[in-house]
């Protein structure tokens, strides 16, 4: 099977297509995990704004002044749920770093050692978030899992 990826920066929309000359069990499978991936969403709030955003746009959840924020490449959104709802509702794709955050590891492109400890570093980002002792163990075989 062959796969193969083509940037156009003209398409306003992007688009995944897949040719085969037969739908496969295969082709089934892999169909149905993209569509389960790209329906995944979370309602967020900006002011009096309401935003439903993919999943695999958030970078982080983070607790702040008592309440909870998904972080994307944009910004910042409030987050009407704690972080042990966001926690048992979320993919496995997410995953605790401190008590007060969640992180997508799927964005993660970093894991740096610093005086504080260690902190992550995203995809595309200037964002940061530093890993507790207590999760950085389980955090990393989850990476190593991952990829």
Same mark, same amino acid.
């Given at each position: 099977?062959?796969?193969?990826?083509? %940037?156009?920066? %003209?398409?306003?929309?992007?688009?995944?297509?897949?040719?085969?000359?037969?739908?496969?069990?295969?082709?089934?499978?892999?169909? &149905?995990?993209?569509?389960?991936?790209? &329906? %995944?969403?979370?309602?967020?709030? #900006?002011?009096?704004?309401?935003?439903?955003?993919?999943?695999?746009?958030?970078?982080?959840?983070?607790?702040?002044?008592? +309440?909870?924020? &998904? +972080?994307?490449?944009?910004?910042?959104?409030?987050?009407? #749920?704690?972080?042990? %709802?966001?926690?048992?509702?979320?993919?496995?794709?997410?995953?605790?770093?401190?008590?007060?955050?969640?992180?997508?590891?799927? #964005?993660?492109? &970093?894991?740096?050692?610093?005086?504080?400890?260690?902190?992550?570093?995203?995809?595309?980002?200037?964002?940061?978030?530093?890993?507790?002792?207590?999760?950085?163990?389980?955090?990393?075989?989850?990476?190593?899992?991952?990829?």
């Amino acid at each position: 099977m062959q796969v193969e990826f083509k %940037q156009d920066k %003209q398409l306003k929309e992007d688009q995944l297509i897949i040719k085969a000359k037969k739908l496969t069990p295969e082709i089934e499978a892999a169909l &149905a995990f993209l569509e389960e991936k790209l &329906a %995944q969403k979370i309602t967020v709030y #900006q002011g009096s704004d309401v935003i439903i955003l993919p999943l695999t746009s958030i970078l982080f959840f983070e607790t702040s002044d008592r +309440h909870v924020w &998904a +972080h994307d490449r944009e910004g910042s959104h409030l987050v009407k #749920q704690t972080l042990r %709802q966001l926690e048992a509702s979320l993919p496995s794709d997410f995953d605790r770093a401190s008590k007060s955050a969640l992180v997508n590891c799927r #964005q993660i492109n &970093a894991v740096k050692r610093s005086i504080m400890g260690y902190e992550l570093g995203f995809t595309a980002s200037y964002k940061k978030v530093f890993v507790s002792r207590r999760y950085y163990q389980t955090l990393i075989s989850h990476l190593h899992e991952m990829r």
